[in-house]
């Protein structure tokens, strides 16, 4: 059997350091069980019209679009965008329709079905009421347990969407940075990324349908039914708010590469799920080529702010406290 190298030994403990003291944090939130004790954020996420930038790549557009991105990241971490482009419908369906499948490939290295009442992703001694089909990419999907050849069409489709879109609105995370647009170009040849097909009953009382969490991502695309299930924290106000539902709309949000890579002047904002009623999400976590290192952004940092963090690839951090 080949030994390990030592890079591969110190990113599995790099991995199972982050893995231990996220598990830690998040046990420690004191995170309200019941909704209607927790108010709606009330427009404290921004809501961008992505159409005309979209259609035009219009300069002026874009660079209106950056500063709403750069308020939303250093302040809440969490915002809406419409006029997408980004059609849902067909991965609803599939989600809607995975409880009559015949076969389900448990969770296998990050891909597979995770049953109603698991406790993984995110590992958590509370369970997440949700039935949920993931697949990832690191180069291709070829390994991928798909029960079917319709599904499987479905799922490729709905990420090839989501992948269109996330990397359209890299250009303005680099302006919102002061960066040039096409900074994050070289990190993002082939992405690394995860989607996730969730379909939550009704969240049992006093429990979680998904648990609270911070998404190890660059950034989040989420799409859901309904998103007044979703529970966020405000760094600002100090206390957990409630997202308002918005049709047609999704949620775009920082998850720990980002804030990472910022020097943490933007925030992973904790989150979680209870759904009032039964309710769809679809989750795209969008992250750099796996293997590149990414170091800390040059405006992020001066003489009085070094950088917190070593350039360290997905693979070397995020994805080792996935387990992956």
Request: aromatic letters at 10%; charged letters at 25%; glycine letters at 6%.
């Given at each position: 059997?080949?030994?390990?190298?030592?890079?591969?030994?110190?990113?599995?403990?790099?991995?199972?350091?982050?893995?231990?003291?996220?598990?830690?944090?998040?046990?420690?939130?004191?995170?309200?069980?019941?909704?209607?004790a927790i108010e709606f954020a009330e427009g404290d996420l921004p809501v961008l019209d992505l159409g005309a930038y979209l259609a035009t790549?219009?300069?002026?557009?874009?660079r209106r679009l950056a500063g709403e991105v750069r308020v939303a990241c250093e302040e809440i971490g969490f915002l809406y965008v419409r006029?997408?482009?980004?059609?849902?419908?067909?991965?609803?369906?599939?989600?809607?329709?995975?409880?009559?499948?015949?076969?389900?490939?448990?969770?296998?290295?990050?891909?597979?079905?995770?049953?109603?009442?698991?406790?993984?992703?995110?590992?958590?001694?509370?369970?997440?009421?949700?039935?949920?089909?993931?697949?990832?990419?690191?180069?291709?999907?070829?390994?991928?347990?798909?029960?079917?050849?319709?599904?499987?069409?479905?799922?490729?489709?709905?990420?090839?969407a989501y992948e269109r879109l996330a990397k359209r609105l890299l250009p303005l995370y680099a302006e919102a940075l002061g960066l040039p647009?096409?900074?994050?170009?070289?990190?993002?040849?082939?992405?690394?990324?995860?989607?996730?097909?969730?379909?939550?009953?009704?969240?049992?009382?006093?429990?979680?349908?998904?648990?609270?969490?911070?998404?190890?991502?660059?950034?989040?695309?989420?799409?859901?039914?309904?998103?007044?299930?979703?529970?966020?924290?405000?760094?600002?106000?100090?206390?957990?708010?409630?997202?308002?539902?918005?049709?047609?709309?999704?949620?775009?949000?920082?998850?720990?590469?980002?804030?990472?890579?910022?020097?943490?002047?933007?925030?992973?904002?904790?989150?979680?799920?209870?759904?009032?009623?039964?309710?769809?999400?679809?989750?795209?976590?969008?992250?750099?080529?796996?293997?590149?290192?990414?170091?800390?952004?040059?405006?992020?940092?001066?003489?009085?702010?070094?950088?917190?963090?070593?350039?360290?690839?997905?693979?070397?951090?995020?994805?080792?406290?996935?387990?992956?």
């Amino acid at each position: 059997r080949k030994k390990p190298s030592r890079r591969s030994m110190a990113a599995e403990s790099l991995g199972s350091e982050l893995a231990a003291k996220i598990q830690a944090e998040a046990e420690a939130w004191e995170a309200p069980r019941e909704l209607s004790a927790i108010e709606f954020a009330e427009g404290d996420l921004p809501v961008l019209d992505l159409g005309a930038y979209l259609a035009t790549g219009d300069v002026a557009e874009r660079r209106r679009l950056a500063g709403e991105v750069r308020v939303a990241c250093e302040e809440i971490g969490f915002l809406y965008v419409r006029n997408h482009g980004v059609e849902l419908e067909a991965a609803y369906e599939a989600a809607r329709g995975m409880a009559e499948l015949e076969e389900k490939t448990p969770l296998r290295r990050g891909q597979g079905f995770v049953s109603d009442g698991n406790r993984v992703l995110p590992r958590r001694e509370t369970a997440n009421y949700n039935e949920s089909f993931i697949v990832k990419r690191v180069t291709t999907m070829d390994d991928t347990p798909w029960p079917s050849e319709a599904f499987r069409r479905v799922v490729v489709a709905t990420a090839a969407a989501y992948e269109r879109l996330a990397k359209r609105l890299l250009p303005l995370y680099a302006e919102a940075l002061g960066l040039p647009h096409d900074y994050f170009e070289p990190y993002f040849r082939v992405p690394v990324f995860r989607m996730r097909l969730a379909s939550y009953r009704a969240t049992p009382k006093g429990q979680f349908g998904i648990s609270p969490h911070v998404d190890t991502s660059f950034f989040t695309l989420l799409a859901s039914t309904d998103f007044a299930g979703l529970v966020l924290y405000s760094k600002l106000k100090r206390k957990w708010l409630r997202a308002k539902h918005i049709d047609g709309a999704l949620i775009v949000n920082t998850g720990q590469m980002l804030a990472q890579i910022t020097n943490d002047t933007w925030v992973a904002t904790r989150h979680y799920v209870i759904a009032p009623t039964p309710r769809l999400s679809v989750p795209f976590f969008f992250n750099a080529t796996g293997d590149v290192p990414v170091p800390v952004v040059p405006t992020c940092v001066d003489e009085q702010h070094p950088p917190k963090y070593p350039p360290i690839s997905y693979l070397a951090s995020q994805a080792q406290a996935q387990g992956e």
